[in-house]
C-alpha cells in the first residue's frame, strides 16, 4: 500500500497480470464498496492493483493517509477472501473485414499465422474483462491466447474509429469511442460499449467475461442500425 497524491492510496496484490491476482483485486474493491470507510470516493480496480480515493476532510484525522490505511487494512483482515460475484458473459460481434481489420495481416505475419488462424483464436476464447481506463468504457480483456500476441505500433494513430478492436501485447480491447491509439487493429463491432443516457453508462464492468463472434459486413451494416441497450 502506497500513497497516490494526497487523496488516494494504491493497494498492490501482485506484480503478474494473470486471472488470480485481478480476482484478488476484484474481491477487494467490492470489500470496500460493500464497507466503506468514512470519506471514500471511488474505488478503481485495475490488472494488478486498486486505488482507493478519499476525501481528506471528510476522514477527520490530522494523519489522513496513515488513517487510511489502518481502514483498509483492518477491512481487509477482518473478512475472508471471497471470490467476486460472477460477472455476466456477453457476446460482442466483430468484422474482421479487411476495412475494418486494417492491422489483421500484420498480426498474422508477425506471429506465423494465417489471418484466418487469427481470427479462429481470437474468437474462440473466453476473456475477462480486468478493468475499464484509457478512455470511458475501454475494457481491458484478459485471457488471449498468446499465439496472436503482437507488439503495439511503433508510432500511435492519430484516429481510431469507434468499435475497433485491437491487440497490444497479450491483452486485446475495444475502442468505445473515436479516440488516438496505438493497439494494432484486427476487426470492428456495431455494438456500442457506452449508453451516456442510462443509470451503467457502460456495457462492459470489471468480472464480466467477454465472448467475440465473427460477422460479415452486410450484418454489420445491419447491426450498426439497431437499438442496442445495456439496461
Known amino acids: 500500500m502506497y500513497p497516490l497524491g494526497d487523496s488516494a492510496v494504491i493497494l498492490e496484490f501482485g506484480n503478474k497480470i494473470n486471472h488470480e491476482t485481478n480476482e484478488?483485486?476484484?474481491?477487494?474493491?467490492?470489500?470496500?464498496?460493500?464497507?466503506?470507510?468514512?470519506?471514500?470516493?471511488?474505488?478503481?480496480?485495475?490488472?494488478?492493483?486498486?486505488?482507493?480515493?478519499?476525501?481528506?476532510?471528510?476522514?477527520?484525522?490530522?494523519?489522513?493517509?496513515?488513517?487510511?490505511?489502518?481502514?483498509?487494512?483492518?477491512?481487509?483482515e477482518k473478512a475472508p477472501?471471497?471470490?467476486?460475484?460472477?460477472?455476466?458473459?456477453?457476446?460482442?460481434?466483430?468484422?474482421?473485414?479487411?476495412?475494418?481489420?486494417?492491422?489483421?495481416?500484420?498480426?498474422?505475419?508477425?506471429?506465423?499465422?494465417?489471418?484466418?488462424?487469427?481470427?479462429?483464436?481470437?474468437?474462440?476464447?473466453?476473456?475477462?474483462?480486468?478493468?475499464?481506463?484509457?478512455?470511458?468504457?475501454?475494457?481491458?480483456l484478459g485471457g488471449m491466447n498468446e499465439k496472436i500476441a503482437t507488439h503495439r505500433k511503433d508510432s500511435p494513430r492519430a484516429k481510431i474509429l469507434k468499435g475497433s478492436v485491437g491487440i497490444a501485447g497479450g491483452q486485446t480491447g475495444i475502442y468505445p469511442l473515436e479516440t488516438p491509439g496505438g493497439w494494432q487493429i484486427i476487426g470492428r463491432t456495431p455494438m456500442p460499449l457506452l449508453y451516456l443516457d442510462q443509470t451503467h453508462p457502460t456495457l462492459l464492468q470489471p468480472g464480466d467475461q467477454v465472448e467475440f463472434y465473427p460477422i460479415t459486413c452486410e450484418e454489420f451494416a445491419e447491426m450498426e442500425g439497431m437499438r442496442w441497450g445495456s439496461e
Request: charged residues 20%.
Open 24 to 76: 484478488k483485486v476484484l474481491a477487494a474493491a467490492q470489500l470496500l464498496r460493500n464497507d466503506p470507510f468514512q470519506g471514500m470516493i471511488e474505488v478503481v480496480p485495475a490488472y494488478t492493483t486498486l486505488t482507493v480515493h478519499y476525501d481528506p476532510l471528510q476522514v477527520r484525522s490530522s494523519f489522513p493517509y496513515e488513517t487510511i490505511c489502518r481502514e483498509v487494512t483492518l477491512r481487509l
Open 81 to 140: 477472501f471471497r471470490r467476486p460475484s460472477k460477472g455476466r458473459i456477453i457476446r460482442i460481434p466483430v468484422c474482421y473485414d479487411k476495412k475494418f481489420a486494417v492491422d489483421l495481416s500484420f498480426v498474422a505475419e508477425f506471429n506465423g499465422l494465417s489471418e484466418k488462424d487469427v481470427i479462429d483464436i481470437h474468437s474462440s476464447t473466453t476473456y475477462d474483462v480486468y478493468f475499464l481506463g484509457f478512455s470511458p468504457g475501454f475494457p481491458f
